[in-house]
């Protein structure tokens, strides 16, 4: 080996590689009219993160879901979850940072089975919806880090109202709290990951920026990240 060979070598030797930047996938949890999709659109573009928003405007049963639950229940949540299981297979397998607009664990353990609760979905249609989700999840990496919007029934009828989706304003009070209920009792069990809490009703992330300011320093200790990453 020449000379200069072997400096060009130890200079290869002395120089560390390049670290790739780390890679995160946020899902952000909660009912209806809690601040998801404010909140993803806010975090993705404040940490450069690839959003992944729940398919609404262009799903072909949600009014009709509204317009007759028990009918259309179960081709409701079988779509949610083909959607929902490529929008994460494909976060998974992908190089990006991403955060998602709702998780697959919310399509069974919150309202398919708050359906099957006030019996708008059949028993045999419940059993074969858990038993698709089981198989579609095993092979599933969960999040980095699982952020949940809490937020009581006043706020969410509020801020239902205020964005004006017109299927959803048949939404009752009563239906609100039962899915509140099945939430409550998930997050008391959720034990994939890290998982952040955040309190709706006294947090405005959307209009005051300290309330945004105390929820990415939140975020960003749980996922261990240093001051401007």
């Known amino acids: 080996m020449t000379k200069s060979a072997r400096l060009h070598l130890a200079r290869q030797r002395r120089t560390p590689p390049a670290q790739k930047a780390k890679k ?3 899902a952000v949890a909660g009912n209806i009219g809690s601040g998801k999709s404010s909140l993803t659109g806010i975090l993705s573009k404040r940490f450069g993160w690839k959003p992944y928003f729940e398919s609404v405007e262009d ?28 929008s994460h297979k494909a976060i998974t397998e992908g190089p990006e940072s991403v955060i998602l607009d709702r998780a697959i664990y919310e ?3 919150i309202f398919a089975r708050n359906l099957y609760d006030i019996g708008k979905m059949e028993r045999r249609d419940y059993q074969n919806y858990v ?37 959803e304003q048949t939404i009752g ?32 992330f959307v209009n005051r920026k300290e309330d ?4 990415v320093g939140l975020i960003g200790k749980k996922l261990g990240m240093k001051r401007g990453e």
């Open 173 to 204: 009070r009563e239906y609100l709290e039962q899915l509140n209920r099945h939430y409550e009792s998930w997050i008391e069990r959720y034990t994939r990951g890290p998982l952040l809490v955040i309190e709706s009703d006294t947090v405005d």
């Open 131 to 167: 038993a698709l989700y089981d198989v579609m999840t095993a092979y599933l990496r969960p999040p980095d880090l699982l952020i949940y919007l809490r937020a009581n029934v006043d706020t969410l009828v509020r801020q239902i109202a205020l964005r004006g989706r017109d299927f």
């Open 59 to 86: 799903n072909p049963y949600l009014a009709d879901f509204y317009a007759d639950m028990k009918r259309w229940s179960f081709n409701l949540q079988v779509y949610f979850l083909s959607n929902r299981f490529r």
């Open 24 to 26: 995160f996938f946020i």
């Open 212 to 215: 945004l300011e105390k929820v």
């Open 107 to 109: 399509d069974a353990e």
